[in-house]
Each structure stands twice: as structure tokens, then as C-alpha cells.
């Protein structure tokens, strides 16, 4: 992940799941996604709920639908204005 220094970044509206939501871009989708209260970014084959875990891409259960490509780290990515960020639901298949 690239380093920065703490609040420089700018407002980004982005969108989770359908809704309008407002981050910076200083600041992960993951961290975004918990701010947002949304702890489960995808769903393991037997349907239990996953959510990031080690927070440098090793473990791959932060990914996410991001404007439309499936499989983005959440923890890799940092949010920028316009992003629409989907987790996994009924449907989605990310």
C-alpha cells in the first residue's frame, strides 16, 4: 500500500452496495466498508461471511466488486470519488 501522511486526503463520495457514502481518499474501501458498517465482503463456498483479515492482500478475504471488476482487494485499493464498490450478496458472484 502506498504511504500518506494522516488527513490529507479529500473527500471522495463513493458508493457501497447502492448507497451514496462519503470517505476520504486517504483511505482504504475496507476502511470505508467498516465505517459504512459493513463487516462481509464476500460469502466462503459453504456461505459462511468473510471480511478482510490480515490487511495486506496475503489472505484475499477483502475481495470486492470495484466499478464493475470483481476480485479487488479492499485493503489494496483506496477509495476515490465516483468508485462503486460492490459486496458480495445474492447475485453479485464477486
Known amino acids: 500500500m502506498r504511504e500518506q501522511d ?3 486526503g479529500k ?16 483511505m482504504s474501501v475496507v476502511a ?5 458498517d459493513n463487516m ?13 483479515v490480515c490487511g495486506m492482500g496475503i489472505c484475499q478475504e ?3 466488486r470495484i466499478n464493475g471488476q470483481s ?3 479492499a ?3 483506496y477509495c476515490r470519488s465516483g468508485m462503486v464498490i460492490n459486496t458480495e ?6
Open 32 to 36: 470505508a466498508l467498516m465505517r459504512y
Open 62 to 64: 477483502c475481495r470486492v
Open 75 to 77: 485493503c489494496q485499493e
Open 40 to 52: 462481509q465482503t464476500r460469502q466462503s463456498v459453504s456461505g459462511q461471511p468473510r471480511f478482510a
Open 89 to 94: 450478496t445474492a447475485g453479485l458472484g464477486v
Open 11 to 26: 473527500i471522495a463520495k463513493i458508493w457501497i452496495n447502492g448507497s451514496s457514502f462519503e470517505a476520504t481518499t486517504d
Open 6 to 8: 494522516p488527513g490529507t
Open 71 to 73: 476480485h479487488k482487494l
